[in-house]
DNA sequence: GCTGATAGTCAGCAGCACTGACAATCAGGG
DNA sequence: CCCTGATTGTCAGTGCTGCTGACTATCAGC
């Protein structure tokens, strides 16, 4: 633990403790972080197949039905065929939706607030870049290219 | 991305990414990222009992059971009841145990190298460091902030 | 010597995302 | 057109993980 620290036993627990928050702060809407994800690659997009959604996210296509069938049964999202392809459902966020999303950021940049009180603000914004520079060349090319 | 780029996306994968990297690195000695938090926890330490490893895993006891018994079916662990407390297990590597942690050890630290290589070593190093600021208040402090 | 708490163990369960299969649809070539 | 192959969404089933609950053995206090 001394010399180097493992980094995957500070990332684990990072994660853990963060998702524990956001969860808390999340629940009294209903949602939980992974849905907190899925409102926001939704929100301010023109309307998308649930695979792009997915791949945006980073799961599996067949994991992203079931988190759309609960907003479309609370009305947060519609689901309806793309015209243009009909195998495609193209996904929208509906008005409901996207107040549902700004109740959700407000709580969930609380609970990030929260996780990242011990650090200076600059540190925090340096943490920030690190992990996405870090994760930037895998997934370059997760840009919509389609 | 969007507005603030949500740390909990970022941590998430990041997590992934470390594991996976960690875990094929780890793969040729049979063992995978858990198991080597259990060896790190133990190198260079006195005997200690199966619930004071979990806690500082931070897993349950439980979990700790069959962790264990992997290692001590290869030899890496002994696994004997405290002379002191007969309830307890006293855990304690062994010197095929402490071989294997050192080809272990080498083997994460260059799959953790991978994983930092996009950063610049000064910046790697501020991002264990924020790391470890950001988890330390729950081990070291009470939780009365409310 | 009782009584209650603690350590380790084990079986079973719950959550989670994935695999594999399926129907519907598209695209392209004979 | 029709046929073939690929793609999208869906769903049941699977595998992995880590936990809960119960049980035994042991300790500590009275």
Redesign the interface.
């Known amino acids: 633990?001394e010399p180097?620290?493992?980094?995957?036993?500070?990332?684990?627990?990072?994660?853990?403790?963060?998702?524990a928050l956001?969860d808390a702060a999340l629940a009294p809407l209903g949602i939980d972080?992974k849905d907190?994800?899925v409102l926001?690659v939704l929100?301010?997009r023109a309307p998308m197949s649930q695979q792009e959604a997915a791949a945006k996210?980073?799961v599996d296509r067949t994991t992203m039905v079931a988190l759309i069938d609960a907003f479309e049964a609370r009305g947060a999202v519609t689901r309806r065929p793309d015209p243009n392809d009909r195998r495609r459902n193209a996904i929208e966020l509906t008005e409901r939706g996207l107040a549902l999303y700004r109740k959700a950021d407000a709580a969930?940049?609380a609970a990030?607030g929260r996780?990242?009180a011990?650090?200076d603000p600059a540190?925090?914004t340096?943490?920030?870049q690190?992990?996405?520079?870090?994760?930037?060349?895998?997934e370059g090319r997760d840009r919509d290219e389609r």
Not at 7 to 19: E, I, Q
Not at 132 to 137: C, D, F, G, K, S
């Open positions: 633990m180097h620290d493992a980094l995957g036993y500070l990332v684990k627990h990072a994660h853990l403790r963060l998702t956001t972080s907190f994800g926001r929100v301010g996210l980073g969930y940049v990030e996780f990242l011990p650090l540190v925090a340096q943490l920030r690190a992990l996405r520079t870090v994760l930037a060349p895998p």
